[in-house]
């Protein structure tokens, strides 16, 4: 079965730095990968997807993740955050690939952000 | 549109006692998912309806949880009895099918505490 692991369970930084959130899984064959936010007492929403192409994949608010099949990785990056982006971000896997879209999430990680 | 709806948002009871949640999803989605989000962990997936009929329940205890989705359209997750364990956020999410490129829409979820 599917695993998805993220390395940190808090990531502290200050308003304007860059940032990234790890997330390695466990499979190396064809899978769906998932950035999920959570903000404060609100449900998760989807922050972007990849499922097949280019493997660095966009938001809409600043936010990119890469694709790393040799590494197993889905690493989340943001060249400069601000206080808004204070959430929990939660890395997700389908499993199995193209199946009944069942998501297996890691444990998150809560982003702190500091003027 | 409306997102999902989760009732209650909040729910305390006592171990042994029973409780119930209900889920509206968005509407003309055909697939429903019940998520446990225990404190430091991420969500697990209890069980899958699509349309009125389970297509995943391998994670749901069901020596004490239960789940229902009648006429294919609001669901209702019940635990009898309830355990300390079970103390956790209960989440419904929906997407139009179950394929893995459609998106699951989350409701804020309920926050369950067994004392």
């Known amino acids: 079965a599917q695993s998805v692991t993220q390395l940190d369970s808090q990531v502290p930084v200050f308003e304007e730095a860059p940032v990234e959130l790890r997330c390695n899984y466990s499979?190396?064959?064809?899978?769906?990968l998932f950035w999920y936010v959570q903000y404060p007492n609100q449900g998760l929403q989807l922050l972007l997807k990849?499922?097949?192409?280019?493997?660095l994949v966009e938001s809409i608010n600043g936010f990119e993740a890469e694709f790393n099949k040799s590494q197993t990785s889905f690493h989340l990056r943001k060249p400069s955050v601000h206080i808004s982006d204070t959430a929990e971000y939660f890395c997700?896997?389908?499993?199995?690939?193209?199946?009944?879209?069942?998501?297996?999430f890691g444990a998150g990680t809560r982003l702190a952000v500091h003027p | 549109e409306a997102g999902v709806a989760q009732s209650p948002r909040y729910k305390i009871i006592e171990k042994r006692q029973s409780v119930a949640f209900w889920c509206n999803p968005i509407?003309?989605?055909?697939?429903l998912y019940w998520y446990q989000q225990i404190l430091g962990q991420g969500p697990k997936l209890l069980i899958q309806?699509?349309?009125?009929?389970?297509?995943?329940d391998s994670q749901l205890p069901k020596d004490r949880f239960s789940a229902e989705r009648l006429k294919g359209v609001d669901s209702t997750l019940k635990i009898q009895p309830a355990k300390l364990e079970d103390s956790a956020v209960y989440l419904c999410?929906?997407?139009?099918?179950?394929?893995?490129?459609?998106?699951?829409?989350f409701g804020p979820g309920t926050r369950l505490t067994v004392t």
């Open positions: 999410a929906s997407s139009l099918e179950s394929g893995y490129a459609n998106e699951q829409y």
């Open positions: 499979s190396s064959v064809s899978v769906y």
């Open positions: 990849y499922l097949s192409g280019s493997t």
């Open positions: 997700a896997v389908s499993d199995p690939p193209g199946g009944y879209n069942k998501l297996i």
């Open positions: 509407s003309g989605h055909a697939t």
């Open positions: 309806f699509q349309n009125n009929g389970v297509v995943d």
